[in-house]
Structure formats: C-alpha cells, structure tokens
C-alpha cells in the first residue's frame, strides 16, 4: 500500500546524466527532462556550455545554484551539481529540481527586499525633511541673526535720541520710533523661538524665583497699560500663593504676557481679570491655576481650535497688528510643563483663557544671587581699553557712542583675526576686555577667541571676552564656553545690559 502511494505522490526532482570528457551525454535516467542521452550538452541548453571546461579528471563538486532551465517547454528552477572523479570514472551531472522551493524564497525574498526598499524610502524622506526642517531653522537663525545689527543701531539711538533736547512733536516721532522697533524686536523672538521649538531646541531652565515679585511685576505693568487704553485692571493673587517656587520664571512671565497683551489688545471696552490661585501643594509640587479674563471681541467657536497655530489670526484679528505666533509659543511652553492651556469664550462678549501649572514648592528652595546684581565696582580714575571686533558699521557705532558717554573707556576696532592678535599683544596699551561679534563676515569670532586663549603671554591669553550673538541655542553656548568666551550679550541690546556686562566682566 505504501509502496502505491509513493509512486503515486512521490514527485521526482532529481536528473542524472553521465558525461564524457567531451561533454556529450553518455547515459541519463531522463528523469526530469527527456532525450538528453547522445547529445552535447551545451546543445541541450546554452548554460551547461559552462560545464565542459569543468570536465576534467580530478575530484571535485561543483554546485551552481537557482539555474533557471527551459528545455522543449518544461521550465524548472534547479540547482546544478557536477561530480568529477580521480579514478578515471566519467562525470556525473545531476540537475537538482528546486521550483517550489526557489518560488517560495523568491515571494518571501521579494516581500523582504520590498519592506526594505520601503524602509530605505522612509529614511530618505525622513532625511530629506529632516534637511528641509533644519535649513528652514537654520535660514531663521541665520536670517534673524542678521536682522539684530541694524535693530541694536535703531533701538541704541533711539534711546540715545530720546535723551536729547527735543519739542514735543519730535518726542512724538521718537516715541513712534521706540514702539515699531520694539515690536519689531518681539517679531523676531518669537520667530526665533518658534524655529527653536520646531528644531526641538527649546528647553525649560528650571530654577527657583520670586514668584511673588514676578506677579507684582506683571500687576504694575499690566495696570498701567490697561489704563491707557481705558480699561479696568483687576487682579485676584490667592494669599496662599508661595513667595519661591522652582521653574522657569521667564518663560512663565512670556506665557503671561502673550496671554494679556492679547486680552488688552482685543478688548475695547470694559477690562481685563487676571486671577493667580493655588490649586493643589503637594509632594514637593505646587499646582498653581492662572486665568486672564476680557471682555473683548471674543472668539467664534469654530475658530478656538485654530488660535493655537502658528500664523493664525482669525476674524477681525486683522483690525489689530500681531504676528500670529504668541498663542502658538504660549501653547508649546505650557505643554513643555504637562500642562495644558484651555480657553472659552462668547463672540462679542470677550474670551478666558485658563492654565495650571506645576512649579516646585519646598521649604529649601533658596534664591540664587542673580549674576546680574554681582556688579563689580569701576576704578573710576582709570580708562580701560574695550577691543570691539565687529564689522557692522552699525553696532560698530552704537558700541561707540555708548562707550563714549561713560568717560571711562578707550575704544578700538578691530574686524579681523591678525588685527585682534596685534592690538592684544601690542605693548603700547594693554587690552581689558574683547568685545566680540561671534559672526563675522569672514571669520567666526570663536575660532579668534581660541587664538588669543592659546597666545604664550599670561595676561594677554587671560583677557575678558564677551562674544555678542542672537544665536544662543544650548550648543551654541556650549561652543562659545569651550572657545573660552567668558559671557554672551544678547543682540539686540540696549545701553545698560551693554555696560553691565563689560562692568561685571572687566578684571
Ligand atoms: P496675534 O495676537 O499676534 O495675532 P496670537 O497667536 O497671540 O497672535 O493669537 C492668535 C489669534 O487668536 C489672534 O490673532 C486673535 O484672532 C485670536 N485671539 C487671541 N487672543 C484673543 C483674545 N483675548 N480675544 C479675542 N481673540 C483673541
């Protein structure tokens, strides 16, 4: 019975066929193919012509695998295997018929080659974007960057112009100046910022602060630009607010003050509520609850979820002058702290717009002496000697004119590595601090800053610097600290974050 069914099922898949030296079929079982016996084997098919130079009289296993065979008109997939022999025996050739098997592989090979393919897709798409993303941030930065020499120029002597003799129509003009660069100024933090949250750039530095004096801060300023429109300005601070708590007091403020100049931008009548409770103190956490509340021109419902994005101003938004991104930047930063913000309002009647927050709270949380207080007292009866290395002509100036309105300070230019290494190892006046543009137009400023950390004479090598930037990214900060750059001044600048650094940083 076994015996029946093998021969029934018993699918054959091997051929052999004894050769002679000439490569012509001396014997074959025809197994898989018939009339092979008496011919020449690269007449039976072109593949086995590569088989003759093979045939010699030696051992040896040859085995060539996945040979695709037609012959008359069976087509097979097989491997090929031909046996030569040393004692004078002719050799064998067996065709090994693997169809079934190579089809299999040949479907699992090509879904895997498929999945890979796609995958390779994937990564370069995701690389491509990935560039797009970061020369779109990069173009930001760089184009921002360029952007703050001349606003340093108009925001300096527009301070400078402000303390002139001037008549009140000119105060005027001087005033108007003052608000379109300031508001320029914002534009371009907040462009920065949303580059900087969309490269994943932008990080919480949580620190303790004087919560309260943040709050109070904010009351005084709110009250008196809300008044100047005609509003009413009221505040309601929990008293069990507590006075230090961790987290990122600048942030904070920037969430707070996107969240109510909006509020006194959009309301006309009426007034403004800003409300700061304690939610919840807890395990060393603070949950402190903010509203800030309009009676302003409100917000379509079917517009709520758009405020958030990017770019959108919806509505009779276009009434008023705004960028679009504050929201945007607000959201991101209170979801940075797992929170979220809510908002709800009534067209025509005014918005709320509500968050909570986590701060840290403990007993042990001390205030670190601000940098900023640590002023170092000027040798009034001495001039020190400031090296500027810049070559914009505009904040060449500004530095200048500031500089010069002290009494105490020599200024020199310098735009290039060789001059800045002269005037520092110069013996006719000693450098006190290196004023430096970190992007120069040829150079970068912390490849000359390694220079001068790496000149042999001690004071000379030790001299102050302060790299001026608008790119401070964490590794941008990184780089200038191992340049040796000893502080960074943010462009733009006014006159006295200017002073104060060079005071706190001059030796
Ligand atoms: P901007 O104020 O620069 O236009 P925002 O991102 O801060 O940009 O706000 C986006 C849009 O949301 C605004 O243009 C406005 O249409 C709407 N919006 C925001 N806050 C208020 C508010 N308090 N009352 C009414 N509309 C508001």
Avoid: W
């Avoid at 695998?65 to 025996?89: E, M, P, R, W, Y």
């Avoid at 100036?397 to 105490?408: D, Y």
């Avoid at 390694?450 to 401070?472: C, D, F, G, N, S």
Wanted: aromatic share 8%; proline share 2%; charged share 25%.
């Amino acid at each position: 019975m076994l015996e029946e069914y093998k021969k029934k099922y018993t699918k054959v898949v091997l051929q052999y066929s004894i050769l002679n030296f000439n490569g012509n079929v001396l014997e074959s079982d025809d197994a898989l193919f018939l009339g092979f016996s008496n011919k020449y084997i690269g007449d039976i098919h072109p593949f086995f012509e590569t088989l003759t130079s093979l045939l010699i009289a030696e051992e040896n296993e040859t085995i060539f695998s996945c040979i695709h065979l037609n012959i008359v008109d069976k087509t097979i997939t097989a491997d090929i295997i031909l046996q030569t022999f040393n004692d004078g025996k002719n050799p064998l050739l067996i065709i090994h018929d693997l169809t079934s098997h190579y089809k299999n592989y040949q479907t699992t090979a090509q879904v895997r080659n498929e999945s890979v393919i796609n995958s390779q897709i994937l990564e370069l798409k995701n690389t491509y974007l990935k560039e797009k993303e970061s020369f779109k941030n990069t173009f930001i930065a760089n184009f921002s960057h360029e952007l703050r020499d001349p606003l340093t120029g108009i925001l300096t002597f527009t301070d400078i112009l402000s303390k002139t003799n001037l008549d009140l129509q000119q105060k005027d003009y001087v005033q108007i100046l003052n608000s379109s660069s300031s508001f320029l100024k914002k534009m371009i933090d907040d462009i920065l910022d949303i580059s900087k949250i969309e490269s994943g750039n932008l990080e919480l530095a949580i620190e303790p602060f004087n919560f309260h004096a943040l709050l109070e801060e904010i009351k005084f300023t709110y009250k008196i630009i809300a008044e100047q429109k005609g509003l009413t300005f009221r505040f309601n601070f929990d008293e069990k607010l507590p006075k230090i708590i961790g987290g990122d007091a600048k942030r904070l403020q920037q969430v707070l003050t996107n969240l109510l100049d909006n509020a006194v931008k959009f309301t006309n009548h009426g007034g403004i509520t800003f409300n700061v409770s304690l939610n919840q103190l807890r395990a060393q956490k603070a949950s402190i609850h903010f509203e800030i509340i309009d009676t302003g021109i409100g917000i379509e419902k079917e517009n709520l979820n758009k405020i958030f994005t990017s770019f959108t101003q919806v509505s009779r938004a276009n009434e008023f002058k705004g960028t679009g991104l504050g929201l945007a930047i607000v959201k991101y930063l209170v979801e940075l702290t797992k929170s979220k913000i809510s908002v709800s309002s009534e067209y025509g009647k005014g918005s709320k717009f509500s968050t909570n927050i986590n701060f840290i709270s403990s007993s042990s949380l001390t205030l670190k002496e601000s940098k900023n207080k640590k002023k170092s007292i000027l040798d009034t009866s001495k001039k020190y000697n400031i090296l500027l290395v810049e070559d914009s002509e505009i904040t060449q100036l500004s530095v200048l004119k500031i500089l010069a309105s002290q009494g105490h300070f020599f200024l020199d230019i310098a735009t290039k590595p060789d001059e800045v290494i002269t005037r520092i190892t110069s013996l006719d006046h000693e450098v006190d601090l290196v004023l430096m543009d970190i992007k120069l137009k040829e150079f970068q400023g912390d490849a000359i800053a390694k220079q001068i950390r790496k000149l042999p004479e001690r004071h000379q090598k030790k001299v102050p610097i302060v790299a001026m930037t608008a790119k401070l990214y964490k590794e941008d900060l990184k780089r200038y600290k191992k340049a040796g750059i000893d502080d960074v001044l943010k462009k733009p600048f006014n006159e006295s974050q200017l002073l104060e650094i060079i005071t706190k940083n001059l030796k």
